[in-house]
């Protein structure tokens, strides 16, 4: 999914909770959001809703690329971080944001690495026909 498209599925999601979506950026493993929602829109409701629409259309989009990233069966894992920007200016938080790096991938973040480790670390199972 384009920077683009992500961004305007996260902003739609945030305008039907009248919630306006400021910032947003993506990574491999995580994104960062600024949005401004209203204090009677439930943060959590928000949250569930953004991780259910994304994960819905990248399942659509590229079903067989999303695979390796999946946890169980889950696109998003269970959890989120969120901060209220209290007394700072949004287009201070707006910037950090948007200049957020992404780190270079270790042995334990890179999804590929981690399962050929996972993998080493196994006994040998059964070989043959109906095995992997």
Partial sequence: ????RCG?????VCDKF?????EFTGETDHVHLLIHYPPT????????????????YLRQEFPDH??????GNHFWSP???????GGAPLAIVAEYITNQKRPEPTQESDPAT?????????PPGPQGPGFL
């Fill in 8 to 12: 305007q599925i996260m902003a739609e």
């Fill in 79 to 85: 959890s989120y971080f969120a901060a209220s920007a």
């Fill in 66 to 71: 999303i695979q390796k990233y999946l946890w």
């Fill in 18 to 22: 009248g919630a306006t979506l400021t």
């Fill in 41 to 56: 829109v439930q943060l959590s409701t928000l949250v569930n809703s953004l991780k259910g629409v994304s994960a819905r």
């Fill in 1 to 4: 999914m384009s920077p683009t």
């Fill in 114 to 122: 981690r399962d050929r480790a996972i993998q080493n670390q196994l």
